[in-house]
């Protein structure tokens, strides 16, 4: 099952250090029932970018808790082999991991560009009180949303890290 996590440019430098994702357990997000009954669509590329999009966000709340890392929102996309429970208490995507994630079974991670900083930035600030309902922080948001992530292969984090 593909699972995307919300990230930091911290925890790809942890993955690097340590070779996984982790601690245990991971909140992540991907195609649940409960995603495929609220999108009404079986496209699945649709529904996997609907819960890259839910990843997307929950790193705008990362980034909120953690005021000196880069103002770039980071999902790192898995194919997951352990234990994989779905939460639909939380969000229709979310899941959670029981096991910490090999760099073996990253398949890429997604990352917003140098261009998208500031907006990224302006996001953070605002996602808990869109989270609570705000309109206008949700405009925020949405602004950062309308950033399309980067892609990078696993073999492209250590480079991609230089170049921070």
Not at 6 to 27: M, N, Q, S
Not at 60 to 80: G, H, S
């Amino acid at each position: 099952m593909r699972v995307y996590l919300p990230a930091t440019i911290d925890t790809l430098r942890a993955l690097l250090d340590t070779g996984e994702v982790g601690p245990a357990p991971l909140r992540g997000f991907a195609v649940t029932p409960a995603l495929r009954e609220w999108y009404l669509d079986d496209d699945v590329e649709s529904l996997e970018y609907a819960a890259l999009l839910d990843a997307a966000r929950a790193s705008l709340r990362l980034l909120d808790l953690d005021a000196k890392a880069p103002r770039r929102r980071v999902v790192i996309a898995v194919d997951a082999a352990g234990t994989v429970a779905l939460r639909p208490e939380l969000e229709r995507s979310a899941v959670e991991l029981a096991d910490p994630v090999p760099m073996r079974l990253v398949a890429a991670v997604h990352v917003d560009t140098e261009e998208a900083e500031p907006t990224v930035a302006a996001a953070v600030e605002a996602v808990l009180e869109a989270d609570l309902g705000s309109e206008d922080a949700q405009f925020v948001v949405d602004e950062a949303e309308g950033h399309e992530l980067a892609w990078y292969a696993n073999q492209e984090i250590g480079p991609l890290l230089e170049l921070l």
